[in-house]
């Protein structure tokens, strides 16, 4: 929300009322008014926080702005400046037609969501009310406290196109561009602002992170930014944050280092960037796992399955209810009879001693990537799980298979 603000008195008052009854009542919340001693306050709803800013003076236009998004939270605006954030959260709101009112919160705003803010009349001038649909970036909420040039329908200023760009509100798709902050998309081609796309290595598209995330793009990998589950590969976002529900470490060797998998056998697996088979690269990444020159290899992997992850307990495994899901993808370089792919999981007590195993069908997938999936039963007593990729020759005297983003996951 954006408007332009002169107060005639000290006191507090309401700026904007919400609600959804027309006297004011019903679900009804103050996002914005003033403190009794004249401060700007901002408010959200449900967790309820606020931000508040400086006094405003009185008998001076002052341009005030908020904008909200789950990533960012609420962010309070004097004069195109920010003062305040609440930092990443949620906000609750009504899910029926809301009905705002400037200047008044009607009623009183008697038990209606204020905070700080003193509810009541306010005593002064409003101009130039707006309300946009989506999270104005800091740039744009300082565009709108510039003079008319921005809005009087020619190209003048620093504008790159008729009222947009420069110091002015960005421009659309289409329309003229020296930067990529003049547009909309934040991608400006040959003097154009262009459509955004979700390989353009810039952060738009309605992306929660650079090129992933949103309902146009893929999701996003662990580390990246988010707004909920859906923007995440591993559908967990956690403060913003997407975080990943793999027990395993270095599971697509994206460390450099083989390091924490053991190696065994006789081929002595390696990691490869493509060049052990030109043409095989890795899934994603830089490396891939491969079994490199012998008969026969090994990657292991021991997991302490309640000290890795702290939401499992003794007794939820005891009570034999867990089970535990297993991703990994695979390639081989073509060739007759293909060499293959494994991953065999053995379930370990409190001793190390095995409780039982399985294993994988043998993958032989050629050069394109292919994944097994599958999920099994923790037997009771397990407190570690050990993954081991499996390496096997059945042509040459190299293992031309290759496995990348192994995952064990618990539930």
Same mark, same amino acid.
């Given at each position: 929300?954006?408007?332009? #603000?002169?107060?005639?008195?000290?006191?507090?008052?309401?700026?904007?009322?919400?609600?959804?009854?027309?006297?004011?009542?019903?679900?009804?919340?103050?996002?914005?008014?003033?403190?009794?001693?004249?401060?700007?306050?901002?408010? !959200?709803?449900?967790?309820?926080?606020? *931000?508040?800013?400086?006094?405003?003076?009185?008998?001076?236009?002052?341009?005030? !702005?908020? $904008?909200?998004?789950?990533?960012?939270?609420?962010?309070?605006? *004097?004069?195109?400046?920010?003062?305040?954030?609440?930092?990443?959260?949620?906000?609750? =709101?009504?899910?029926?037609? *809301?009905?705002?009112?400037?200047?008044?919160?009607?009623? &009183?705003?008697? &038990?209606?969501?204020?905070?700080?803010?003193?509810?009541?009349?306010?005593?002064?001038?409003?101009?130039?009310?707006?309300?946009?649909?989506?999270?104005?970036?800091?740039?744009?909420?300082?565009? %709108?406290?510039?003079?008319?040039?921005?809005?009087?329908?020619?190209?003048?200023?620093?504008? $790159?196109?008729?009222?947009?760009?420069?110091?002015?509100?960005?421009?659309?798709?289409?329309?003229?561009?020296?930067?990529?902050?003049?547009?909309?998309?934040?991608?400006?081609?040959?003097?154009?602002?262009?459509? !955004?796309?979700?390989?353009?290595?810039?952060?738009?598209?309605?992306?929660?992170? #650079?090129?992933?995330?949103?309902?146009?793009?893929?999701?996003?990998?662990? &580390?990246?930014?988010?707004?909920?589950?859906? +923007?995440?590969?591993?559908?967990?976002?956690?403060?913003?944050?997407?975080?990943?529900?793999?027990?395993?470490?270095?599971?697509?060797?994206?460390?450099?280092? %083989?390091?924490?998998?053991?190696?065994?056998?006789?081929?002595?697996?390696?990691?490869?960037?493509?060049?052990?088979?030109?043409?095989?690269?890795?899934?994603?990444? %830089?490396?891939?796992?491969?079994?490199?020159?012998?008969?026969?290899?090994?990657?292991?992997? $021991?997991?302490?399955?309640?000290?890795?992850?702290?939401?499992?307990?003794?007794?939820?495994?005891?009570?034999?209810?867990?089970?535990?899901?297993?991703?990994?993808?695979?390639?081989? /370089?073509?060739?007759?009879?293909?060499?293959?792919? !494994?991953?065999?999981? /053995?379930?370990?007590? =409190?001793?190390?001693?095995?409780?039982?195993?399985?294993?994988?069908?043998?993958?032989? =997938?050629?050069?394109?990537?292919?994944?097994?999936?599958?999920?099994?039963?923790?037997?009771?007593?397990?407190?570690?799980?050990? /993954?081991?990729?499996?390496?096997?020759?059945?042509?040459?005297?190299?293992?031309?298979?290759?496995? +990348?983003?192994?995952?064990? $996951?618990?539930?």
């Amino acid at each position: 929300m954006s408007l332009w #603000v002169q107060r005639t008195s000290t006191r507090g008052g309401t700026l904007v009322h919400y609600s959804t009854q027309t006297d004011g009542q019903g679900w009804c919340t103050v996002p914005i008014g003033f403190f009794s001693a004249g401060n700007i306050v901002a408010t !959200a709803w449900a967790p309820n926080t606020q *931000v508040t800013g400086p006094i405003l003076l009185v008998n001076t236009w002052t341009h005030i !702005a908020t $904008t909200y998004s789950q990533i960012n939270g609420l962010t309070l605006y *004097v004069n195109g400046v920010s003062v305040g954030s609440t930092g990443a959260q949620s906000n609750d =709101a009504s899910g029926a037609v *809301v009905i705002l009112t400037l200047g008044n919160s009607l009623s &009183g705003g008697s &038990g209606c969501g204020f905070q700080s803010i003193a509810p009541g009349p306010f005593y002064g001038y409003l101009d130039e009310f707006r309300v946009y649909s989506r999270e104005l970036s800091a740039r744009e909420v300082s565009a %709108l406290t510039k003079d008319k040039t921005c809005f009087d329908g020619i190209m003048n200023g620093d504008e $790159t196109d008729i009222d947009c760009g420069g110091s002015c509100l960005t421009c659309a798709v289409g329309q003229k561009c020296t930067l990529a902050k003049d547009c909309d998309s934040a991608h400006c081609i040959n003097s154009i602002c262009a459509n !955004a796309t979700c390989n353009d290595n810039i952060k738009n598209n309605g992306e929660t992170d #650079v090129d992933c995330g949103g309902s146009n793009c893929s999701p996003c990998g662990t &580390g990246k930014a988010c707004s909920g589950g859906s +923007d995440c590969v591993n559908s967990s976002c956690v403060s913003g944050t997407c975080k990943s529900n793999n027990l395993l470490m270095n599971p697509g060797g994206e460390d450099g280092v %083989l390091s924490p998998w053991v190696v065994g056998g006789n081929s002595n697996p390696q990691l490869d960037t493509g060049t052990f088979d030109p043409g095989n690269n890795p899934h994603t990444g %830089l490396y891939q796992f491969s079994g490199h020159t012998g008969s026969f290899g090994m990657l292991t992997q $021991t997991v302490a399955i309640v000290g890795a992850n702290r939401s499992i307990t003794t007794s939820q495994i005891d009570a034999g209810n867990l089970t535990v899901g297993l991703l990994f993808w695979s390639s081989e /370089y073509p060739q007759s009879p293909s060499d293959s792919a !494994a991953v065999a999981l /053995y379930f370990l007590d =409190a001793f190390n001693g095995t409780l039982s195993n399985v294993t994988s069908p043998e993958q032989a =997938a050629g050069s394109n990537w292919i994944s097994y999936s599958n999920s099994y039963p923790i037997p009771i007593g397990t407190r570690s799980i050990q /993954y081991q990729m499996v390496f096997t020759l059945h042509s040459g005297s190299t293992i031309d298979s290759f496995i +990348d983003d192994n995952s064990m $996951t618990i539930c």
